[in-house]
């Protein structure tokens, strides 16, 4: 996401200096996150939401649920689709207009970390078998940039689902009719987490902020599950990791993947 | 994408895959350098039964040119499917999946492209894949390393990839489009074996984190052997066949 930061050369200069010494621009050590924040419910008219802040990255996740057509080969599924994208208030550089290739990556990104893990139980999602399903859509907008929207994309996403209320279908002269009365959970399998490594030079840092973000050479987004199982992985910038730093990258991030999944554990529990 | 058949036995008794393979066996592959007229670099892939044509141009000047860097050159690559290369016909214009794996495989090439080396300039990539089957983007990677090295471009390393995967709780390499469908885990590695470093890492799927080791370290060891089919190509068109 290079064209979204504007970062001067000596600013990136000043932060591989740092590294150097073992110190990170903001005074975080290289496997520690930034302070996370989470508000749910922060939009009553969504079945649920959550406002996130990662530092100074700040996303809104609401989910809408509603019934569907299922797709023609998953009948017996519901639907689960997650979406993101960067508000043009979010940041200088941002431009409305189609989405560029970052923003789309980011979006499938963050559906395919949820998704794989099979958080939602989409079997338990069907109204009628191949004819009406409960869609769940979560929608996340980036509203203040500063880097790594991939966990904090993740983390709204999945703070909002935990907190989702569904309400319950029945097929009346074959069409869905919601069931007074009949709000529940969204039926939950496993709590992913995502955790975003950068790579400086020859070091990695957790959760790069909008400066470090800018600076890095590559990154590595490995979501892990409630089993401490590895679930998805994306790569991307323009460098390569060596074969142990992956190692160690999926080690880091099953470590503080757990410190955060407690974090989304009791903001489920506190609404 | 493809028909699934939820009878399919993915990994018999005697650890043989749905295609007849051995667990760490990859598919027929055939890579040829040069074939188009026009292009400055090009190569043709078979992959299993992917077929992937890739043809670069330049350096040459960029347009728009707002989108020139006066430090580097910029390399811009566009994956692209035709209507007919899968079971549904597919729509002609670039779809999201298609310009995320765009922008993976650039970033995969990327760090073994000298590309400082021309400043102000493009490297167009174009990757036309006329037919998918399961593994597309490792295979396109794989060409568009030897099309831009028949392109005479000046190049640290090629890029070889190849997917690791799990089927029935066992490490596999080279996931076709059945295992792919029906499986548990696939991980599509790109690798720069003289660098030694991973420039393309996907996955879906679950691993324990020991599997997600291993997972790692058997596509590692399938772009070894995919990369020894890139020189072989080079060798082939540069210096003539060899026997063997």
Known sequence: ???????????????????????????????????????????????????????????????????????????????????????????PTVETGPPQPHVIELARVTDRGIRESHMIDVTQLVIE??????????????????????????????????????????????????????????????????????????????????????????????????????????????DGFTQEEINQCGELSVKIGAKIREQLKSAQESQ | MGGRDATMVLLDEN????????????????????????????????????????????????????????????????????????????????????????????????????????PRTAVDVFIEVLQADGGTRCAALTAASVALADAGIPMRDMVAAIASGKVADTIILDVNNEEDQAGQADMPIGYMPRLKKITLLQLDGVLTPEEYKKCVDVGVKGCEIVYELQKKALHDKYFGKRND
Request: proline share 6%.
């Open chain 1, 1 to 91: 996401m290079a064209s979204v930061s504007v970062i001067d050369e000596l600013k990136k200069a000043q932060i591989l200096e740092l590294l150097e010494q073992g110190k990170r621009v903001d005074g975080r050590a290289f496997d520690e996150s930034r302070e996370l924040k989470i508000e749910v419910n922060a939009i009553p008219k969504a079945n649920g939401s959550a406002r996130v802040y990662l530092g100074d990255t700040e996303v809104i996740c609401g989910v809408k649920i509603q019934p569907d057509r299922p797709f023609p080969d998953t009948g017996d599924k519901g639907l689960f689709i997650c979406t993101a994208e960067l508000l043009p208030l979010s940041h």
């Open chain 1, 129 to 238: 078998k191949d004819k009406s399903v409960i869609g769940v859509f979560a929608d996340n907008v980036v509203v203040d940039y500063d880097g790594n929207l991939f966990d904090a994309c993740s983390y709204a996403t999945t703070a909002a689902l935990l907190t989702s209320k569904t309400p319950t279908w029945e097929m009346v002269d074959d069409k869905p009719s919601v069931v007074e009365g009949g709000e529940k959970q969204l039926p939950v399998n496993t709590i992913p987490v995502s955790v975003t490594m950068g790579k400086i030079g020859n070091h990695i840092v957790v959760d790069p902020n909008g400066d470090e973000w800018a600076s890095m050479d590559c990154r590595i987004t490995i979501t892990s599950d409630s089993d401490g199982n590895i679930c998805a992985l994306q790569k991307g910038g323009s």
């Open chain 2, 15 to 118: 650890g043989i895959r749905c295609d007849g393979r051995k667990v760490d066996e990859p598919r027929r592959i055939m890579i040829k350098a040069g074939g188009l007229k026009n292009a400055d670099g090009s190569a043709y892939i078979e992959f299993g039964d992917n077929k992937i044509l890739v043809g670069v141009f330049g350096p040459r000047d960029v347009h728009p040119k707002h989108m020139s860097n006066t430090d580097t050159g910029i390399l811009r690559v566009r994956y692209h499917m035709e209507p007919f290369s899968v079971g549904d016909r597919k729509n002609p214009a670039p779809s999201r999946r298609e310009i995320e794996i765009s922008k993976v495989i650039k970033e995969a090439l990327e760090p073994a492209v000298m590309l400082e080396k021309f």
